[in-house]
T-cell receptor, first 110, second 112 residues
Framework: DADVTQTPRNRITKTGKRIMLECSQT?????MYWYRQDPGLGLRLIYY???????NKGEISDGYSVSRQAQAKFSLSLESAIPNQTALYFC?????????FGSGTRLTVV | QKEVEQNSGPLSVPEGAIASLNCTYS??????FFWYRQYSGKSPELIMS????GDKEDGRFTAQLNKASQYVSLLIRDSQPSDSATYLC????????????FGKGTLLTVNP
């Protein structure tokens, strides 16, 4: 099994719908992150959490919310999806070194 | 907004050549520096980390850091077609040793 698992892998949703992207990890790391990746814009940080009781906004948090249900689980929600939230979303975890990324969720909002 | 800038690319090199990838960063307080490789449609994979000035070698990869110039580079020796990917530079920033800011990446193509 993968160290960092994201579900779903692909999702198409309609404008205005609420959607949740889930991330779970088996690495035992306290720190977890959500990034989105867009062509030409690179990876941008949405939210991050350094432990279960710590949630912080990243550079592009508007329109998103998160929940850290446990050390191993960190979910990203789009309360009312809009087309410009179409992107590749990555969850990542870290310990003392660099990040370990999940396989990503490709989200399309139509 | 702290920034990380990379060569826009794409960079094309022949098989067996040295590929040189460059990155500059704006946050003088950055402490940790990483290079990731990302194949098309896949997730980024950590290939090198460097924390102090100088060179760090790992197999065919060498990372170079110059904090005074706010510059970090990655050299790939004996480039192989399998090295063809986008390379992302990432730097800790925002006063945190654990929050990374990524460059937009440089696409490298190694031609057989």
């Amino acid at each position: 099994d993968a160290d960092v698992t994201q579900t779903p892998r692909n999702r198409i949703t309609k404008t205005g719908k609420r959607i949740m992207l889930e991330c779970s990890q088996t690495k035992g790391h306290d720190r977890m992150y959500w990034y989105r990746q867009d062509p030409g814009l690179g990876l941008r940080l949405i939210y991050y959490s350094f432990d279960v009781k710590d949630i912080n906004k990243g550079e592009i948090s508007d329109g998103y919310s998160v929940s850290r249900q446990a050390q191993a689980k960190f979910s990203l929600s789009l309360e009312s999806a809009i087309p410009n939230q179409t992107a590749l979303y990555f969850c990542a975890t870290s310990d003392t070194g660099g990040y370990t990324f999940g396989s990503g969720t490709r989200l399309t909002v139509v | 907004q702290k920034e990380v800038e990379q060569n826009s690319g794409p960079l094309s090199v022949p098989e067996g050549a040295i590929a040189s990838l460059n990155c500059t960063y704006s946050d003088r307080g950055s402490q940790s520096f990483f290079w990731y490789r990302q194949y098309s449609g896949k997730s980024p994979e950590l290939i090198m980390s460097i924390y102090s000035n100088g060179d760090k070698e790992d197999g065919r990869f060498t990372a170079q850091l110059n904090k005074a110039s706010q510059y970090v580079s990655l050299l790939i020796r004996d480039s192989q077609p399998s090295d063809s990917a986008t390379y992302l530079c990432a730097v800790t920033s925002g006063g945190s040793n654990y929050k990374l800011t990524f460059g937009k990446g440089t696409l490298l193509t190694v031609n057989p």
